[in-house]
């Protein structure tokens, strides 16, 4: 490659650093420049350089000026996972210009409210000539955003934005979550060291794009000198190309919601593989069966194993590393204690923060959280200002009920919106779906209350079964009998052999699960 | 006294269980312990004991308990059939 792009790259890169910019942008450019020979990305079989990276990056960026953009405005990525995305987002961060990420598969009205929010002048996406989104999308966004221009970069006093996320939107339109330069900087430099990713470390990208989670599998990776082995978002559900792909890749951490490990667990079965070079294995996202934790450490011999709580507003959380001895004992995995830095608090019901062991609402402040949504409006009652030790702390809450234990250590209950009125009765259907998750011949279940005159509302359970196909709904009812009040047992279960519908996120959507019966019950 | 245990079972699977297998359904598993019968299940129950056996059980002393097995639902069949009991 040329030495020219490369030159004007660093410049940018070294103007970013003087000024306290993005440091995982300019680390990536100093590595372009001292070991451009090392590997960076991994796609599609082929090996990308940090030289390479460098160099599209720069391409990237010349297209970025042709289109002579405002100063330093945001732009939107709409763009499934490539090295050549991955380069104009660095392109971007390069320019000082915060990215909004949104899923590609939002539907076309979403993603232009969420463009114009966002303050979005244009959409760009690195599969065709520079700003290939169509022009009337473009056209479009250029209108609303100048009538209502949030653009994060502009209000001074303010952190710079570096990405612009979004929530998954299963309870309605996606919020948008601006991060910082700052707060970027702080949690690629926690997950880094805490899962020793260093230069030659190679990292698994399961994830989309535009998710949270990339923020530990590709930008800390590529801050500390790492490779990343991406997943190709379109095959993501073939457990053979993914079994191939961490053979041959030498990964040592992988970060995933539970259904990558049971996709690999049931695809090694079959060809008694084990993985030996991962040492780190993170679950996330979702709860994790039993019986697929179980099953981790004879697929990852060499493995450490953690539980991390998260979400997109305050990033990772807690973390509980797994001792598989003790796997056995639990109905639950905590999600353990706090990160370093991170404060938490157990909020009653009545707004009372619980001391020692006892349930509520978790609330947790970290050092990477958003400052709040970008719609101001939605911040009401989601972020709320303590006073502790050290002054005044802005905590994000959860919605996540927990039970803290004795020994201090914390489980996820449900949701606070999870609840329904059964026989009166309070039901959580995320308690009866970790109940049904237990089952060693489930996979996947969606619980959803249905309204029901006398009743209230009775509960419904969508359940994929495992290959075996012995699971019926008389041996899950003796299940889960033995786990759930009377009141809580599903009155209709419907077992299915087929994935269940899921978010952008990944996890099972449940209204889509109860949709899909609904609309089966009427056409039959 | 004729043994009504088959049919019951047949009915509680079709109505109920469609995706079990007859045999994996003992005649004393709990029903309503495993919510697969709860208070509106009871009422389904006692309309096709009423339809099916000719018998009346409005003035017979039931509980929602009375039902909890296939066992227990063939014993109010043979109680209500006793010629003592019978209308």
Known sequence: ?524 | MTDHTDTIKKFIIEEFLPDVPPEQLETDYDLLAGGVIDSLGVLRVIVWLEDTFNIALDDTEITPESFHSVEAIHAIIQHTQTPTNAT
């Not at chain 1, 979005?120 to 473009?138: F, I, K, M, T």
């Not at chain 1, 502009?154 to 934005?161: A, F, I, K, L, Q």
């Not at chain 1, 489930?442 to 509960?459: I, Q």
Request: charge should be neutral; aromatic fraction near 4%.
């Open chain 1, 1 to 524: 490659m040329t030495s020219q792009p490369v030159d004007i790259a660093i410049s940018g890169a070294d103007r970013s650093l003087a000024l306290g910019e993005s440091a995982v942008v300019g680390r990536v450019m100093e590595r372009v420049r001292y070991q451009p020979g090392a590997p960076a990305l991994l796609w599609h079989g082929e090996r990308i350089s940090y030289g390479d990276l460098g160099k599209m990056v720069c391409e990237a960026r010349s297209s970025l000026e042709r289109l002579e953009l405002p100063e330093e405005g945001s732009v939107g990525i709409l763009a499934k996972k490539s090295p050549r995305a991955i380069s104009l987002i660095l392109a971007c961060l390069l320019d000082r210009r915060p990215v909004l990420l949104p899923s590609v598969g939002l539907g076309a009205e979403t993603l232009q409210r969420l463009f114009a929010q966002a303050g979005c002048g244009h959409v760009l996406s690195p599969d065709a000539s520079p700003a290939a989104v169509s022009g009337e999308l473009r056209c479009e966004v250029l209108g609303a955003a100048a009538a209502e221009d949030r653009s994060p970069a502009r209000s001074p006093g303010v952190e710079r934005t570096a990405l612009m996320l979004t929530t998954s939107g299963s309870t309605g339109v996606p919020k948008i979550v601006p991060l910082s330069v700052p707060a970027v900087e702080r949690f690629t430099d926690w997950a880094g060291s805490r899962f020793a990713i260093t230069s030659g470390t190679t990292v698994l990208n399961y994830a989309p794009l535009n998710f949270d989670l990339c923020l530990l599998d590709i930008w800390t990776t590529l801050k500390h000198g790492g490779c990343v082995a991406m997943v190709d978002q379109d095959r993501a559900t073939d457990a053979r190309y993914l079994l191939d792909l961490l053979t041959t890749s030498e990964v040592r951490v992988i970060q995933a919601v539970p259904m990558l490990y049971r996709l690999l667990i049931d695809a090694a079965r079959d060809r008694a593989h084990r993985l030996e070079s991962v040492r780190h294995v993170i679950v996330t996202g979702d709860s994790i069966p039993l019986h697929t934790l179980e099953a981790l450490p004879a697929l990852f011999p060499q493995a450490r194993f953690y539980n991390v709580y998260g979400s997109t507003e305050t990033n990772d959380s807690f973390i509980h590393e797994i001792d598989m001895s003790d796997v056995g004992a639990r109905r639950h995995i905590p999600i353990g204690r706090p990160v370093e830095g991170v404060s938490a608090l157990v909020v009653s019901d009545g707004g009372r923060v619980v001391e020692g062991s006892g349930t509520g609402e978790l609330w947790v402040a970290t050092p990477f959280q958003t400052r709040g949504y970008l719609t101001e409006a939605l911040n009401e009652g989601k972020f709320v200002s303590r006073r502790d030790g050290t002054g005044h702390r802005t905590y994000f809450r959860t919605g996540d009920i927990v039970r803290r234990h004795d020994d201090g250590s914390i489980t996820l209950e449900g949701r606070t919106e999870g609840y329904v009125k059964v026989r009166g009765v309070r039901v959580s259907t995320q308690a009866v779906e970790q109940v049904i998750l237990q089952h060693d011949q489930v996979m996947e279940v969606a619980v959803v209350a249905v309204p029901d005159d006398v009743a209230g509302n009775r509960l419904h359970a969508v359940v994929r079964r495992d290959k075996t196909g012995q699971l019926n709904s008389l041996s899950l009812r003796r299940h889960c009998a033995r786990g759930l009040d009377r009141v809580a047992i599903p009155s209709t279960i419907e077992i299915v052999t087929t994935p269940l519908p899921k978010t952008p996120t990944g996890k099972v959507d449940r209204q889509r699960a109860h949709f899909h019966r609904a609309h089966k019950e009427k056409s039959t």
